[in-house]
């Protein structure tokens, strides 16, 4: 897993670190199905670092559930701001 940015630098930031790309590249509407470096690998990495930073359990559905960016964005700012 390449270096992560701090968690202010907020989701979209960490999402292009893991998927080795510009954040300007990382939109609302990025995905597994929809980003071209965003393969089974990339969402692995996804799910490590959102467990890691978030608790969250890596299980079959928190993989399909954070497969894009929008609930990812949901779970950045529950957890973040609290």
Known sequence: MPDL??????????VAAILDCPVADVTAESSITTHPKWDSFAQ???????????????DEDSIGR???????VVLYEAKTRG
């Open 5 to 14: 940015p701090p968690m202010e630098a907020g989701p979209y930031a960490l």
């Open 44 to 58: 692995l990495d996804i799910m490590m670092s959102l467990s890691e930073r978030f608790g969250i359990p890596i």
């Open 66 to 72: 954070y497969s894009s960016m929008a609930p990812i």
